[in-house]
């Protein structure tokens, strides 16, 4: 992506969509905060067990995937703008609904709305985003992406404090989806940018190939990846290296950070390198992080394993979602829900998959396959994905 003259008019138009959808990534994180902060009081409210948990959260996932390739199309009919400020109210009231459900059931219901609202905010905010990045003229995807981690740290500790003046998950759910429909109507009036290029072309629901499908199967490996360290990095600190509770947590918060740190700053990472290469240099580093990780011998190697893992993986997937809606040929809103899809469905399968597999091997053998998952992503990105140097 090459730099390009923009009227000072049009730059001011795009400071503020770049500042708007910004604050869009930042509701999807904050929103992911806040539900996982109230996790163990809609638990507790229900009697909900471990087990019976599990599928709430399955339909959330399940919820998310279904609704990414829907939403390409709804793309072409009403535009990135009015998907994603239609999909952030939806989030924030799905948000608002979750800790009124009465049984069971409609618990399952309402996470399931969340993971709807969810999918259809990631794909849409990430297309808009696409667009700003496109007209701006330089890599800006990275920073964009760093608000995600930014809003759900922001969503957990906030809820944290409010669940600590005991509020109940009712009234901190419900104050929180206000803030955050807040925020989606301030951002709303600023996230339309000047139309730059063709609308998408009509299209049907497909089954990714191609080039497509070279990016969801990176995309794939990386989300994989990221859930794998949600899920199991605590335990690996536990089980592995022997650290105590309070230390496990600390493996996620590193490898979070990490990844925060190196968005904020991949802008220019991207820029300096290409994409190409960003991708190459980044997927080996995050196999070197992973690497360290499954052979750490104490919390603290861990630790700095977690590190730069975060570091390798942060650019990984604004990189190769921006490049799904620049293929020739191909409407960017289906390429972008086709990578998506793919994308959540490795979030999705990638932690039971471990839990299977450490079940018969332990857990830290059944991590090793995430090292060559990032290698693939290293090796393969020049043929798959055939992004400019």
Sequence with gaps: MTAVAVPTADRRRLAFARAAIAAAFF?????????AAHIPLLKAGLDVDDAALG???????????????????????????????????????ALALAPLAPSYPALVAAAAFI??????????????AAAIETAWGRPIMSSIHAF????????????????????GA???????????????????TRLAIAAHGAPDEPHGLRLPRGVVLGLGLLTLAAFLSEGAMIDWSAVFMIQATGATPALA????????????????????????????????????????????????????????????????????????FS??????????????????????GGGLMGPPLIGFLA?????????????????????????AAKLSP
């Design 55 to 93: 599928f709430v959260l399955l339909a959330m996932g399940i919820g998310a995937v279904c609704a990414m390739p829907p939403t390409g199309l709804l793309l072409h009919r009403f535009g990135a703008v009015a998907m994603t400020i239609a999909s952030g109210f939806s989030l924030a009231t």
């Design 170 to 188: 009712v009234a901190g759910m419900g104050l929180s989806a206000l803030a955050l429909g807040a925020v989606v109507a301030l951002a709303a």
């Design 27 to 35: 509701v999807a994180g904050a929103a992911m905060g806040v539900w």
């Design 249 to 320: 947590a600390v493996g996620y918060a590193a490898f979070s950070a990490a990844m925060t740190f190196g968005r904020l700053t991949g802008d220019a990472f991207v820029a300096r390198l290409g994409p190409l290469r960003a991708v190459q240099v980044s997927g080996a580093v995050a196999a070197a992080g992973l690497a360290i990780v499954v052979a750490a011998p104490t919390p603290a190697v861990a630790i700095a394993g977690f590190v730069v893992a975060g570091l390798g993986f942060a650019n990984v997937v604004p990189v190769l």
């Design 359 to 383: 079940h018969g091997v332990g857990l830290r053998w059944a991590l090793l396959p995430l090292v060559f998952a990032a290698l693939a992503i290293a090796a393969f990105v020049r043929r």
């Design 115 to 128: 993971g709807l609202s969810m999918g259809a905010i990631d794909v849409s905010m990430n297309a808009q």
């Design 323 to 344: 490049a799904s809606t620049r293929l020739p040929g191909v409407a960017p809103g289906a390429a972008l829900s086709m990578v998506a899809t793919m994308a959540y």
């Design 148 to 167: 995600f981690s930014i809003g759900g740290l922001a969503g957990a500790t906030a809820s944290g404090g409010l669940i600590a003046l005991d509020l």
